[in-house]
């Protein structure tokens, strides 16, 4: 028969095994909850993870545990310094409380003290210094451990620590590859549409050449995903991809951020930096509303597209780099020519491939389905369980002109998940803004309601009311597209 010892070098290496043996972190610790219910000879047991955005405690393995509770800790997450498993995150200390445990105050939970809980040990998971999780186990019995079972949970948890830890650096190596896949056949780009499919088939057809691109879209419409898009579905997708927003960084600092400078350049450069065209060489670099950048530094910016050469800020040595130009502006770049704010050359030089991305309110027949990617998505992120939205909340989407486009509706949806109290989004959890506009186009505005004399001045409201989308004017009007463009030429309208 093996002695205390053997036994317990038994237990630990089955328990190394399996925390060994794969990197799906649940399948992982309901194998160990499992053996270590079964050597404890306990009742049931609990292994919660911390989420470190959050700070909740995530429990993701349960043995033997009432539905009741596995329901309430699931949708009402503990968070550290709450309750026993809280504390015990929080202070880093193990709690072992060997009989009536149900009535010991650190309990803070209905279900619990519900649960008959007569023994309980609750122990921190660290690894790295830190606590990354906690294990529970319990009985509904009178029961008492001898000291080599308690030595071999406690060493359990080195282990079952270390595995939390590798499976969460395998998910976020996992997610930032799939930050980069998503875009790679435009997986991250959800659309329906026929205008945006147009605008796909572009992209594809000029991933692989090394031509400048300038991308015009109004602000929220995700002229940086599709930049991205270009990228990662390129033969530069291994090398860099830098986005710089220009209208972000002072004009004065601009300059030295895309080119670099040498040391002694000026006041507080005390060594040599390499400029972001440096850093992006091989790969593709985005400067997003380029039309902030100062008269000066387009000449600099239209020599570099010249030549592919450059100079950091202070130096006479020319540096080579080759590097795709992506450029992007919410403003119409040839307006902007002509308006002497913008130089034509550089315009040219920008404008070899132009893609033109189209407003929420011309891709209406998206909303819907970006309406339940969004839900989804922070469905997950709030541990929420929203499953539609009511048909007047989705009227109201529809027929809103959505001025911030996706991202406007991006915020909106997060915003209703995070306050709707059902499972069902429904108006009331609508901005103020969105409800009023879409109070304001349910009334009647038929055309035929009114007389030919006030046709003009009515169609010109409604167009206004409908922020010139002329499909969503035409619906209010009760006309089809081409009746309401006839129309308008009619009388004059600009179209």
Not at 7 to 25: M, P, Q
Not at 57 to 73: G, H, K, T, Y
Not at 154 to 172: D, H, K, Q, S
Not at 363 to 372: E, F, K
């Amino acid at each position: 028969m093996p002695d205390s010892s053997t036994k317990k070098l038994s237990v630990l290496y089955e328990i190394a095994l399996t925390v060994g043996k794969s990197l799906n972190l649940k399948l992982i610790l309901d194998d160990v909850l499992d053996k270590i219910v079964e050597f404890m000879r306990v009742d049931a047991g609990v292994i919660y993870v911390i989420n470190d955005d959050s700070l909740e405690m995530i429990p993701v393995s349960f043995r033997n545990v009432s539905d009741e509770v596995v329901r309430d800790l699931s949708e009402n997450r503990v968070k550290i310094g709450e309750c026993m498993c809280g504390n015990i995150a929080q202070c880093d200390k193990e709690v072992i409380i060997p009989e009536k445990a149900s009535d010991d105050p650190r309990f803070t939970r209905g279900v619990l003290k519900k649960e008959g809980m007569e023994f309980y040990a609750g122990l921190p998971l660290r690894a790295k210094n830190k606590v990354v999780g906690v294990l529970c186990v319990i009985t509904h019995k009178p029961y008492t451990p001898d000291i080599e079972l308690l030595d071999i949970l406690r060493a359990a948890t080195v282990p079952i620590g270390l595995a939390i830890e590798n499976a969460r650096m395998f998910e976020n190596t996992k997610k930032a590859t799939d930050e980069k896949l998503q875009y790679h056949n435009f997986e991250g780009i959800i659309s329906n549409s026929t205008r945006m499919t147009s605008v796909l088939n572009l992209v594809r057809k000029i991933t692989n050449i090394s031509s400048s691109v300038l991308i015009y879209g109004e602000s929220g419409t995700g002229k940086e995903l599709i930049a991205k898009a270009l990228h990662f579905n390129s033969f530069r997708k291994e090398r860099p991809f830098i986005a710089v927003n220009c209208a972000a960084i002072p004009e004065t600092l601009l300059e030295s951020e895309l080119f670099g400078y040498v040391k002694g350049a000026f006041t507080g450069a005390t060594t040599d930096k390499i400029g972001l065209f440096e850093a992006a060489d091989s790969g593709s670099i985005l400067l997003d509303e380029v039309e902030a950048m100062s008269k000066n530094l387009q000449v600099k910016i239209l020599r570099f597209l010249q030549e592919r050469t450059l100079l950091r800020v202070g130096s006479t040595k020319p540096l080579t780099v080759d590097v795709r130009i992506i450029a992007a502006s919410n403003q119409d770049l040839g307006e902007l020519v002509k308006a002497k704010h913008f130089r034509e050359d550089l315009f040219y030089r920008l404008n070899v491939i132009r893609i033109d991305l189209p407003p929420l309110r011309e891709r209406v027949d998206d909303i819907p389905l970006l309406t339940r990617y969004f839900i989804n998505r922070f469905n997950k992120k709030m541990g929420k369980n929203i499953r539609r939205m009511s048909d007047e909340a989705m009227d109201a989407f529809l027929h809103y002109p959505w001025p911030g486009n996706i991202r406007e509706l991006e915020n909106t949806i997060e915003r209703a998940v995070a306050i709707s109290c059902t499972h069902e989004i429904s108006k009331e959890d609508l901005p103020s803004d969105i409800i009023a506009f879409s109070d304001t186009t349910k009334r009647d505005w038929n055309l035929e309601k009114v007389g030919e004399n006030c046709e003009r001045e009515h169609i010109i409201k409604v167009l206004n009311l409908a922020d010139r989308n002329k499909k969503q004017a035409a619906i209010m009007l009760g006309l089809d597209a081409t009746t309401l463009w006839r129309k308008m030429k009619k009388y004059g309208i600009a179209t």
